[in-house]
């Protein structure tokens, strides 16, 4: 477990969206809002604290950095406290931390059924976390492996396949 301090809110009096910082389930894609270790509260609102996370969990956090002629709101995902994306919305321009958000985003937005950002960055985690837990060569070995030997099946015929995948 690592502790993680964080500020959430710049200007509490022009508070456009409440701020929060919530685990991701991975297998549900619901959000767990998490209360910190530390609160740092500011008008009621809670605009800060510190969270102890486990390493391994994925965690968004929405911060609300709004004054009164301009909206600002960051949408982070955290895995434990390293920052793997994030999503800016400065009056209604949104800027994506890299092409898998916005993929995730625009694929988010046409789905429907609630914050296209929160969707957007739930989906990121199940894509990172793949990408960490899954060796993507050896699916591929073993699929170009079952096809040869289908085809081999449908022709009554032998093979030994010997595949080796190399990244470009």
Request: proline fraction near 2%.
């Amino acid at each position: 477990m690592v502790r993680v301090k964080l500020s959430l809110v710049g200007n509490v009096k022009a508070l456009y969206k409440k701020p929060f910082f919530a685990r991701v389930d991975l297998e549900s894609g619901r959000l767990e809002f998490l209360r910190p270790l530390v609160a740092e509260w500011r008008r009621g609102v809670l605009a800060g604290g510190e969270w102890e996370v486990d390493e391994e969990e994925y965690y968004i956090a929405r911060g609300d950095w709004s004054t009164h002629r301009h909206t600002r709101l960051t949408y982070t995902l955290f895995r434990g406290a390293e920052k793997v994306a994030e999503i800016s919305v400065e009056d209604g321009n949104v800027e994506f931390s890299d092409d898998m958000v916005k993929e995730c985003y625009i694929k988010a937005r046409t789905r429907g059924g609630g914050s296209p950002y929160i969707m957007a960055l739930v989906e990121r985690a199940k894509i990172d976390y793949l990408q960490r837990t899954v060796d993507v060569r050896r699916l591929v070995e073993e699929k170009i492996k079952a096809y040869a030997e289908k085809i081999a099946k449908q022709y009554g015929v032998k093979v030994r396949v010997h595949v080796e995948v190399e990244e470009e």
